[in-house]
């Protein structure tokens, strides 16, 4: 059986704020057509939202096969509040074997290549989200090896991306198992951040139906609705100087770096020298005043990226650091 793997990857201030989250009741659904070589088959998303129906019932014949079917349908009976909620169902999807459904505020494609699915996009931000939550319910599917009711868990992940000095990274990310249960019940995931001095703008959600414990079971049904979001204010975005207060300036040499870097920066305050991976999670971090060693003979042979922060937790310096060997 071919299996899709999916990538899983605070500080709290004194008020915490709450942003909305698009469509969250999963009241509103638009609905289309998909297939292939003519789309004929309806299908149905959350508007804002999106599953991979489109992608299996219109890419699956070019791979090869025909076996391909829905995933994804509005519930009008199994609800939490209002008039509808998301059902998302495991599935045999032909060729490419058994796969939990997904849906996203996030845009899916597939690299015809590897048949791996990939994920793009999500939901705009100005704020830094803490946790998603959502109410939900999950009946898991069948065992294949027995034919009977098995168990296994659906899942809920969130990824939160920022730019990184040019670069677009995931800074933060949570997760979180969804249970069987009849009834339902609101989980919380929560966020983990590699670094907290970049503004997020995007949020990724993603829940998927099958294989957050345990092998993807056939039929395996989540039911989601009332998504929640809090977040925290972003913080600024960093401002590159050359001098800072008195015309002194600071200074990161020398670049390239082998064993060491020395950090120069005004003796009238402590100032931290932060090293980030490519991706923004920060590695190591320094307090300097004047003129400072930093080892980096721990560090692989490549590219980082440092920031230097001043006293009042302003960056007055940043840029990329080549380490060798």
């Known amino acids: 059986?071919?299996?899709?793997?999916?990538?899983?990857?605070?500080?709290?201030?004194?008020?915490?704020?709450?942003?909305?989250?698009?469509?969250?009741?999963?009241?509103?659904?638009?609905?289309?057509?998909?297939?292939?070589?003519?789309?004929?088959?309806?299908?149905?998303?959350?508007?804002?939202?999106?599953?991979?129906?489109?992608?299996?019932?219109?890419?699956?014949?070019?791979?090869?096969?025909?076996?391909?079917?829905?995933?994804?349908?509005?519930?009008?009976?199994?609800?939490?509040?209002?008039?509808?909620?998301?059902?998302?169902?495991?599935?045999?999807?032909?060729?490419?074997?058994?796969?939990?459904?997904?849906?996203?505020?996030?845009?899916?494609?597939?690299?015809?290549?590897?048949?791996?699915?990939?994920?793009?996009?999500?939901?705009?931000?100005?704020?830094?989200?803490?946790?998603?939550?959502?109410?939900?319910?999950?009946?898991?599917?069948?065992?294949s090896t027995t034919d009977t009711i098995g168990y296994d868990e659906g899942a809920l992940v969130v990824q939160a991306y920022a730019n990184v000095w040019s670069v677009d990274s995931m800074v933060g990310s949570g997760f979180v198992n969804i249970t069987p249960s009849d009834t339902f019940y609101q989980i919380t995931a929560t966020l983990d951040y590699t670094t907290s001095d970049f503004p997020v703008h995007t949020l990724r959600i993603l829940f998927i139906s099958s294989g957050g414990t345990g092998d993807v079971l056939d039929s395996s049904t989540l039911y989601v609705d009332d998504l929640s979001m809090t977040s925290t204010p972003n913080p600024p975005p960093p401002v590159s100087v050359n001098a800072v207060r008195g015309g002194e300036q600071v200074q990161v040499f020398p670049n390239p770096a082998k064993g060491s870097v020395y950090v120069t920066v005004p003796e009238n305050g402590e100032y931290t020298y932060k090293v980030l991976s490519i991706s923004g999670q920060t590695i190591s971090q320094t307090m300097v005043k004047g003129t400072g060693k930093v080892d980096v003979s721990g560090l692989a042979a490549g590219i980082y990226l440092y920031t230097v922060t001043g006293p009042d937790k302003n960056v007055v310096k940043y840029g990329k650091l080549n380490v060798t060997q």
């Not at 996203?104 to 946790?131: C, E, H, R, W, Y």
């Open 1 to 143: 059986m071919k299996r899709i793997c999916l990538f899983i990857a605070l500080s709290v201030l004194s008020a915490t704020s709450f942003a909305q989250i698009g469509n969250p009741g999963m009241e509103d659904w638009r609905n289309t057509f998909a297939g292939f070589p003519f789309p004929t088959i309806p299908i149905s998303n959350p508007k804002l939202w999106s599953s991979a129906d489109s992608l299996a019932l219109s890419v699956g014949p070019l791979i090869g096969g025909s076996g391909f079917t829905r995933q994804v349908f509005k519930e009008t009976v199994k609800v939490h509040s209002g008039a509808a909620s998301a059902k998302v169902m495991s599935a045999y999807q032909d060729t490419l074997g058994l796969l939990p459904g997904m849906l996203t505020d996030a845009k899916i494609g597939v690299d015809l290549a590897s048949t791996n699915v990939t994920f793009t996009g999500g939901t705009a931000v100005t704020v830094m989200p803490q946790t998603v939550s959502a109410w939900v319910a999950y009946s898991p599917g069948i065992d």
